[in-house]
T-cell receptor, first 112, second 111 residues
Framework: SQELEQSPQSLIVQEGKNLTINCTSS?????LYWYKQKYGEGLIFLMM?????EEKSHEKITAKLDEKKQQSSLHITASQPSHAGIYLC????????????FGDGTTLTVKP | NAGVTQTPKFQVLKTGQSMTLQCAQD?????MSWYRQDPGMGLRLIHY???????DQGEVPNGYNVSRSTTEDFPLRLLSAAPSQTSVYFC??????????FGSGTRLTVV
């Protein structure tokens, strides 16, 4: 989606290293969501951010929302092979929760 | 709970054939959506529904029809399959502004 730009497109890290994935929106955000997808499977919802400055964590994954910059970052601490997959950000453009848009995804490879 | 169930998982169609991709959710979610996922193009919204009896078009609706007669079911119909419809199709549901629950996808090839 050109509305949501993710960077980088792909990332290869050594196990144990930290990494950050960014998601930048070209339009106003009503809600920002992070999902993970393993090859050949559906997306799994990770976390949701709705307010500027909001930060949420789940295990070793932390997501932050910078409302002014219309940007979110996903940070993984001490990466493990289980973190490998495709990470996608999604956003609501208005109060219609049926019309989310998604970024193109960031493919993460973790080398043991 | 089963979550979102999609059938079939794989399908090969000939150009011009029609078929229905099934989607059912058992979470009583009000919103349901169909997306297609293509390499380099991410997830694109085909059709969505905000409740039983209410559907609307998304970003790429041409060649597809939907209906939502019950809260649980949201089938996607391909009217006359074309090679451009070769893709992975995902059905998803959500309640309010919480995150989507996705099905496991249907891999469709049109030859």
């Amino acid at each position: 989606s050109q509305e949501l730009e993710q960077s980088p497109q792909s990332l290869i890290v050594q196990e144990g290293k930290n990494l950050t994935i960014n998601c930048t929106s070209s339009k106003t955000l009503y809600g920002l969501y992070w999902y993970k997808q393993k090859y050949g499977e559906g997306l799994i919802f990770l976390m949701m951010l709705q307010k500027g400055g909001e930060e949420k964590s789940h295990e070793k994954i932390t997501a932050k929302l910078d409302e002014k910059k219309q940007q979110s970052s996903l940070h993984i601490t001490a990466s493990q092979p289980s973190h490998a997959g495709i990470y996608l950000c999604g956003a609501d453009r208005n109060t219609n929760a049926g019309k989310s848009t998604f970024g193109d995804g960031t493919t993460l490879t973790v080398k043991p | 709970n089963a979550g979102v169930t999609q059938t079939p998982k794989f399908q090969v169609l000939k150009t011009g054939q029609s078929m229905t991709l099934q989607c059912a959710q058992d979470m009583n979610h009000e919103y349901m959506s169909w997306y297609r996922q293509d390499p380099g193009m991410g997830l694109r919204l085909i059709h969505y529904s905000v409740g039983a009896g209410i559907t609307d078009q998304g970003e790429v609706p041409n060649g597809y029809n939907v209906s939502r007669s019950t809260t649980e079911d949201f089938p996607l119909r391909l009217l006359s399959a074309a090679p451009s419809q070769t893709s992975v199709y995902f059905c998803a549901s959500r309640q309010g502004n919480y995150g989507y629950t996705f099905g496991s996808g249907t891999r469709l090839t049109v030859v």
